[in-house]
């Protein structure tokens, strides 16, 4: 039997190496998503050649783009590690970050503010469907995983739960797990709008990143059983430490 | 009946004011993902400030933000507008770009390559669950919305579909579609994850933004009905004129 030797990266052949590059960067990104690499070891830069038919020299940009995003080092005599594992919080249900890390590390919460307020921003009030003079309650938590930050989270909650939330566990709990105690009930559906900003100083000085680093900006309404919405967030999350992942099928229903 | 008069804000007025600015940023990206100004004309700075319960000094942080995320312009006399709609593209099913867009504009693809391969990257193979000799077909397009850059798609098909792919208008048509005239039946699921990246120089020139900017990086593994993958994709998207939505219900099942 002939053997194909022809480089599988050849038809990138005349292309810049830069987009050879960004090429090998995407795989290796998804294979540490994927947690691929033993004890995140990655193989050394020809082996990595061998295993994408890239040349060297795109092997080696390829890790310089992950080494900028903050997801590899690499040492002499060491070789390229995997800084910290990326992990992909589902798309598919709705889950707190602690629940959907479950067993994967220990999420703790630094709390920032947590206050009932007379008054909720127009806007605000609008997504919850209460008046603004109704009032509510804002927390803000900078969210650690094993002690590193992983996101900032600021929800406003309607009053009846937002002030049952306020009495419950905010340092080691997930705002769902507390609504669900206080409304004695599942909740039922949470809207998503997942958008990809840099990070301004502030934020990038609390999540000990760059400045301008990508981060996804989160908008999230859920709801309880019933439909009614309690909780709207906003959400900043290390694009270094987390990836979004989701199951789409086909032709299934389109909900609004 | 005595009317709240507090600031809505007021709970944030002990916090930097770059903190205030980002969460009234927030909440007009979202309003303008929801497509909610008129005309695409957003209310003045004084009114801006009232709806929100921010002073006018946070206001303009704010829209400064979003100056440079490119979402809005702002001129003296006209106010501030718009600069391009933000779609949301549905992670609730399976659908192509122009499909999804359909009644919001035109779709048109700038065919970069087109190619059959003689092999596949090993870890392109093995998301396809074939070995690298089998070779593949490689497509590399750059979509545009309405005549302005959205996307660079880049996607290894298998042999079998790929050919059929390769025959098909690639120019108009998304390449759902044209899998699925070629297998004579619709596609079954695809499992995507969802990175947040700093565009790198190349990437940042063809979709005509700014080198750093943050970018959506897709990862899609595209199957049948049977189960079979077919199509292994790297999609990255312009961030500025494009958000991800989902809906999420609690308790649901989990998808692997």
Chains 1, 2 share one sequence.
């Not at 003079?133 to 929800?155: H, I, M, N, Q």
């Amino acid at each position: 039997m002939t053997r194909v030797t022809v480089s599988a990266m050849d038809h990138h052949g005349g292309r810049p190496r830069a987009e050879r590059a960004r090429a090998l960067a995407d795989a290796l990104r998804q294979q540490i998503t994927d947690d691929a690499f033993a004890d995140g070891v990655l193989p050394d830069e020809r082996d990595l050649g061998r295993r994408f038919g890239a040349s060297r020299n795109a092997v080696r940009d390829a890790l310089a783009l992950l080494r900028e995003e903050g997801l590899i080092t690499r040492r002499r005599g060491v070789g390229t590690t995997v800084l910290l594992p990326k992990y992909a919080h589902g798309l598919d249900r709705l889950t707190g970050l602690a629940e959907e890390l479950t067993g994967r590390g220990t999420v703790t919460n630094e709390v920032r503010v947590a206050v009932e307020v007379p008054a909720l921003p127009a806007a605000i009030a609008s997504r919850l469907e209460v008046p603004a003079g109704a009032g509510g309650v804002y927390v803000e938590r900078l969210r650690r995983l094993d002690g590193l930050p992983l996101s900032l989270d600021t929800s406003y909650l309607t009053v009846d739960v937002g002030r049952a939330v306020l009495a419950g566990d905010l340092r080691d709990r997930d705002v769902f797990g507390l609504i669900e105690e206080a409304a004695g009930a599942r909740l039922g559906r949470a809207e998503v709008a997942v958008h990809a900003v840099n990070a301004d100083p502030g934020t990038a000085r609390l999540l000990g990143i760059g400045p301008g680093a990508a981060v996804f900006a989160l908008e999230r309404l859920t709801r309880l059983a019933d439909g009614r919405p309690v909780d709207a967030e906003s959400i900043r999350i290390r694009a270094d430490r987390m990836a979004l992942r989701a199951t789409l099928r086909r032709g299934g229903p389109r909900t609004s």
